[in-house]
């Protein structure tokens, strides 16, 4: 029956007595299965599709199959062509010499085979032929599309316009999606990795983010102003003790100066003391008390005259060595004095970190030594120390660092006795990833050293479990580095004795 007309129709060759049991058209299955494919009919080529009968559940055995189709109206095929641009031709196919096989050799009973397309291009047309298989998979219906080459054309143009425009939306999303990629994202890491070459560069632990946002970036950044404010209380805790143990090992090292000299003083003040009991004035009174007698005759008035002038030169010479005796004590005391000043000014003055001239410590240093110790310790100073800008770091630490390497020095001079030490001072300034520094050498010419007796130096000067208390090396070295710098010691390259290098932060240009 014809669903649009309702007339029955009769196909001979479909009817249930004549399909054979194989035919490709009935389905055996009892799962859901359609077959589709063209047929040949009495009444011309006819699209057919199967299915098998099941519940509505679409479970169950099969219980037939149901067969539909449509046949091929030239009419409404025109017209669909038409309405597409197209012309179409359908022709029953002649049978050649060439054997045809589908473009596709895998069996799909739901899809139309056919031979692969065979496009032929002219200045006016395109055409596309190909020939259709039947369900049994033989040829039946020859195909040719013909399409003007103006259509074509157009919908190449239209085809690049929407190319283009495409092309032109997804540039434009791009670029809104960079823009707001780069404000979001991109910007606040960048921003971040800045800043840490900055701080890594310029070693200034002050500097803080504060990037303002609500979101994992934000807690980033905030995660890190904090971890540095907890660095820079730790430095401030590091800077803090190494200056209370500098003012704790400087006491000390008074006291040793003080017990060390009070002994001597109490000794040599017993000898002006008994310089003056010798130089009593009892006699010399009793003579001139005789001598004030006028009866004294002329040969006693000589004698008395004689002995006035003997004691009077020999109190004269008492004195003088009492006095001498006491300017040797005066100058003990005004060292004792010296040493508990420079102890007073390092505790009253604070370790607050500025810039420092180093060649002006240098000089101060140099000038504490007394005229013995300048003897036993020549200091040769680059003029190149006095040209290096200054450092950042506490006055007062590093003034008693200097003078602490200077008394090194000296008793390192006192120890070969036979010649005087001679001590270059060199200064360079070297920049390591963005950062300067000012690298100070303190070179001497004692006798080289093996490596064992280098060990042996170290062990004797650099371990804190060897030193007594007091200013010393292993103190130094942890007041430099709490001011963010170094101190190490290693054979001289120049001088062939021993080298102690002195690493510092040089100032900042605005610091000054």
């Known amino acids: ?88 031709t359908l022709s029953p196919h002649i049978a050649g010499k060439t054997e045809l096989r589908p473009a596709s050799r895998k069996k799909e009973f739901a899809r139309l085979q056919h031979t692969p397309l065979i496009i032929s291009r002219t200045d006016k047309l ?24 103006d259509i074509t054309k157009r919908g190449k143009k239209t085809l690049d316009g929407i190319t283009i425009a495409i ?79 500098g003012a704790s090992e400087m006491a000390s090292g008074v006291i040793q100066d003080i017990n060390k000299n009070i002994q001597p003083l109490r000794e040599n003040i017993e000898l002006p003391i008994s310089l003056l009991d010798r130089a009593h004035t009892s006699t010399s009174a009793g003579l001139i008390h005789e001598l004030a007698d006028i009866k004294v005759g002329n040969h006693r008035f000589i004698e008395i005259t004689q002995q006035l002038l003997d004691l009077n030169n020999e109190q004269a010479l008492l004195l003088a060595e009492a006095r001498s005796e006491m300017r040797r004590l005066r100058i003990d005391i005004e060292q004792l004095q010296e040493v508990i000043s420079d102890y007073s000014k390092f505790i009253s003055q604070g370790s607050d970190t500025g810039v420092v001239s180093v060649s002006s410590l240098l000089n101060t240093a140099s000038k504490k030594l007394s005229a013995d110790e300048k003897k036993l310790l020549t200091i040769d100073i680059d003029p190149a120390v006095y040209r290096v800008a200054p450092a950042a770091a506490s006055p007062n630490l590093l003034q008693q660092v200097i003078n602490v390497l200077l008394d090194h020095y000296v008793s390192a ?43 042996q130096y170290l062990s004797e000067n650099w371990s804190s479990a060897n030193i007594e208390t007091g200013l010393n090396l292993p103190w130094a070295e942890t007041a430099v580095t709490s001011m963010l710098g170094k101190l190490y010691a290693e054979p001289s390259q120049l001088l062939d004795g021993v080298a102690i290098h002195l690493i510092l932060p040089r100032a900042k240009l605005d610091e000054k």
């Open 1 to 88: 029956m014809l669903l649009d007309t309702q007339e029955i129709i009769s196909l001979d060759e479909y009817e249930l007595e004549k399909l054979p049991l194989s035919h490709p058209m009935l389905s055996h299955e009892d799962s859901p299965t359609t077959r589709a494919g063209i047929m040949n009919s009495s009444y011309g080529p006819i699209f057919l599709a199967s299915t098998p009968i099941l519940h509505s559940d679409r479970t169950g055995s099969s219980q037939g199959t149901f067969i539909f189709g449509r046949l091929f109206d030239p009419a409404k095929i025109r017209r669909i062509a038409t309405q597409a641009g197209l012309e179409l």
């Open 126 to 149: 395109t055409q596309v032929t190909t020939t259709l298989f039947s369900i049994d998979d033989k040829p039946i219906i020859d195909m040719l599309v013909s399409m003007p080459s």
């Open 167 to 245: 092309f032109l939306a997804g540039l434009f999303l791009s670029l809104i999606l960079t823009y707001l990629l780069n404000r979001s994202v991109i910007a606040p890491i960048s921003r971040i990795t800045k800043h840490l070459a900055h701080i890594g560069n310029q070693e200034d632990i002050a500097a803080r983010i504060k990037l303002e946002r609500n979101d994992e970036i934000g807690d980033l950044a905030n995660e890190f102003d904090q971890m540095l404010q907890r660095l820079s209380d730790t430095r401030k805790r590091l800077f803090k003790q190494s200056y209370q143990s």
């Open 413 to 455: 001079a006192e120890q070969l006795a036979a010649t005087p030490l001679h001590l270059r001072i060199t200064c360079r300034t070297e920049v390591t990833q963005g950062s300067a520094r000012l690298h100070f050498c303190f070179d001497d010419d004692r006798a080289r050293m093996t490596n064992d007796e280098f060990s």
